[in-house]
């Protein structure tokens, strides 16, 4: 009777695809260098896809003796993994750039409503101050304005 092995890098793989997948949803958008660009995320897919193929090449060995079952399991698993992958790759860098803009915001170009804001002194400071206040002598000829997400 020979000893079966536990597939074990085709499970983890699989485990891995799904960490990296929600990772990216409940983990890594809440930081800046990991949202705009989820690296750390395709890493992680690198990571599972090495981990598929070494358990998919185990699993059709032919100089080992693995169960039927082990080679169905391992081509599901892989086919799941691509499509988690291939959902990733679509909700993240192809249906992201279909979110509809906003037409009340500012276009480029455009001249922005006045608005008062505070300084990082606590001093109240308005957009036409700062059109009208010279700087080097001159009026100045415009202001540009830099929108961010902030998280204070």
């Known amino acids: 009777m020979s000893i079966r092995k536990f597939n074990w890098p085709i499970w983890a793989g699989f485990l891995l695809s799904l960490i990296a997948f ?61 499509a988690v992958f291939a959902f990733f790759i679509l909700s993240t860098f192809i249906l992201a750039r279909r979110l509809p803009a906003s037409h009340s915001a500012p276009q480029v170009g455009q001249t922005a409503p006045d608005f008062t804001l505070s300084d990082t002194n606590d001093k109240p400071v308005s957009l036409s101050e700062l059109l009208t206040s010279p700087v080097n002598g001159k009026a100045p000829r415009g202001v540009l304005l830099v929108f961010y997400r902030g998280y204070w």
């Open 22 to 82: 929600l990772s990216y949803f409940l983990v890594f958008v809440w930081f800046p260098v990991t949202r705009d660009f989820p690296w750390a995320n395709l890493l992680l897919f690198v990571l599972a896809a090495a981990l598929l193929l070494v358990g998919l090449r185990r699993a059709f060995s032919s100089e080992r003796s693995h169960p039927r079952r082990s080679k169905i399991a391992g081509t599901i698993l892989a086919t799941l993994s691509v």
